[in-house]
């Protein structure tokens, strides 16, 4: 059973950095992808950032809206997956979920991360 526990959430403020951690455990294949997905308040989950499964080559895609603020990037040998924001802002307000997409789809339970002005 594929299990994904995030951490590194929290509280910050505008202009500040943040890394987030999504622990996998769990085997994946180079048919599933590595995501982060964001829900801000009243608004729908939206999509962040992905990546090729563990130890697999592919492209790595970006939302538009977070492309110069955010690197999505992993640990091959730990089974970790993060998210580094930098320069965020108050819309970067939201609660963050990795997702391993593919043959099956596995959610973490997602992290807040609230930005101050």
């Known amino acids: 059973q594929m299990q994904l526990v995030e951490n590194g959430g929290g509280s910050v403020q505008t202009g500040g950095s943040l890394k987030l951690s999504c622990a996998v455990t769990g085997r994946t294949t180079c048919t599933d992808r590595l995501g982060w997905y964001r829900q801000a308040p009243g608004k729908e989950r939206e999509f962040v950032a992905a990546?090729?499964?563990?130890?697999?080559?592919?492209?790595?895609v970006y939302a538009d809206s977070v492309r110069y603020r955010i690197t999505i990037s992993r640990a091959n040998a730990e089974n970790i997956l993060y998210l580094q924001m930098t320069t965020v802002q108050p819309a970067c307000t939201a609660i963050y979920s990795c997702?391993?997409?593919?043959?099956?789809?596995?959610w973490g339970r997602g992290t807040q991360v609230t930005v101050s002005s």
């Open positions: 997702d391993i997409g593919g043959p099956s789809d596995y």
């Open positions: 990546l090729p499964g563990f130890w697999c080559s592919g492209a790595t």
